[in-house]
């Protein structure tokens, strides 16, 4: 099994280009269901999220190939299935996205319960209340969801928490459905954007992008489409927290600030400096950081993806803070963890108490989720001695080339037991 060895105690210095966003391309490709013509996805990830979902649309009969390491060639024109396997839908939420374009695109859709880390409830029962006002009937049957429509059509659906997967099933479905589909208290999260801004350029006619009002006209057909994936907001917020725990400078590139605003008030009112520059962002870390209080939000609040990895941080900060987690019940699955390396960290309900500054020590860890596993990473850079990371299958899900990244500015860290952070999917790039 691989595991990741990271040496702490060094300043990161230098640069770190941030890749494509796995939050925003998962249901893009998702998208691409929508249309038998030929889509082009730029600025993708390597991923095994991504290569995950490759293989789910492939098994339904979607051509997908590299056209090199980071534009995805999709054409769904000979979707032959309706069925998503549930072997490998087991292994992320994101696969449940295929429910709202199966139904539009065939009428009918079996989608398994959906899998991923395990960081709450994260019920679909909004998403399945959407689809059935617009006119799918669907039930439970043997773990899948069983959902048939003759014909979609357009609805006004209240949402009880602005869910970011819901507001992208939903609109994805009444893209093509007959007449107007209003969504009330819908997600504002960037890659919900990016995908409303995909869906534009197949021809969707969507109102509202932003906002948290979306108003569908359904269209008969939607054509292919050439995009640029956003950059990942939340694998820069992530390089800025490890800057800032281990005192560096480094500049991120390729980021879209808009996206980072209340991370960046966050590390400003923490004592980090950040300079907002053309498409990159400038940080400085002091080497005396205060605490500072967060509650995740819903966006444009603090990120639920981004609370795990400022725990970290906030190991270093010269006090106490309080870290409130109000989007997910079960996310502080990376304290257990923290613990071991000698964090102060007690939690309460939906509250970590953070204790710091404490002088972390390396020790063996394993990674529970994506984020945790970001969390470890953050606090292994700042920590004396060797840290030992296992099941690092959930790193390889959320960042690419974490360890030539980190390199890159410093940091003493290697990947042992297997090939290294090449996917294996490049070697299916055209013209290898």
Not at 234 to 239: D, K, N, Q, S, W
Not at 327 to 352: M, T
Not at 402 to 408: M, N, P, Q
Request: net charge negative; hydrophobic share 40%; aromatic share 4%.
């Amino acid at each position: 099994m691989a595991q990741l060895l990271i040496e702490g105690g060094t300043r990161l210095v230098g640069r770190v280009p941030i890749s494509g966003s796995k939050n925003a391309v998962l249901p893009i490709l998702a998208a691409c269901l929508l249309t038998d013509e030929e889509c082009r996805l730029k600025n993708v990830p390597r991923l095994e999220d991504v290569s995950t979902m490759k293989s789910l649309l492939e098994g339904m009969g979607v051509q997908i190939r590299w056209l090199d390491p980071q534009q995805l060639q999709v054409n769904a024109q000979r979707l032959a299935r309706s069925e998503v396997l549930a072997t490998m839908a087991n292994r992320m939420r994101a696969s449940f996205l295929l429910i709202g374009p199966l139904l539009a695109r065939r009428g009918e859709a079996r989608v398994p319960k959906p899998g991923g880390d395990d960081i709450g409830m994260r019920r679909v029962e909004q998403h399945l209340h959407g689809l059935r006002l617009m006119g799918a009937h669907v039930e439970l049957v043997d773990g899948e969801y069983v959902a048939r429509a003759d014909r979609l059509h357009g609805a006004t659906i209240h949402l009880d928490m602005p869910t970011v997967t819901g507001t992208e099933n939903l609109m994805m479905a009444a893209a093509t459905a007959d007449g107007i589909t209003t969504i009330h208290n819908a997600a504002r999260e960037p890659h919900v954007v990016d995908l409303a801004m995909f869906l534009g350029k197949m021809g969707a006619q969507i109102n509202g992008i932003g906002t948290d009002v979306l108003q569908i006209e359904g269209v008969t057909e939607l054509s292919g489409a050439t995009h640029r994936v956003i950059p990942d907001n939340i694998e820069a917020g992530t390089y800025a927290f490890a800057i800032a725990a281990t005192g560096g400078e480094a500049v991120l590139e390729d980021v879209q600030t808009a996206d980072l605003r209340a991370v960046m008030l966050k590390l400003r009112e923490a004592g980090v400096e950040v300079e907002d520059q053309t498409h990159s962002l400038w940080v400085q870390g002091n080497g005396r950081l205060q605490p500072v209080d967060v509650t995740t939000w819903p966006h444009p609040g603090f990120p639920t993806d981004l609370q795990a990895p400022f725990v970290s941080l906030m190991t270093q900060a010269q006090g106490k803070c309080v870290i409130s987690e109000a989007v997910f019940e079960n996310r502080f699955q990376h304290v257990p963890e923290l613990r071991k390396l000698g964090a102060d960290i007690y939690v309460e309900g939906r509250s970590a108490m953070v204790s710091g500054p404490s002088k972390l020590h390396g020790a063996s860890v394993s990674v529970p989720d994506i984020r945790s596993g970001a969390a470890l990473v953050v606090a292994a850079l700042c920590a004396t001695g060797t840290t030992r990371f296992d099941n690092i299958y959930h790193l390889d899900r959320g960042y690419q080339d974490i360890v030539a990244k980190l390199e890159r500015v410093g940091a003493q860290i290697s990947r042992v037991g297997d090939a290294g952070d090449v996917h294996p999917d490049l070697s299916r790039v055209v013209g290898d």
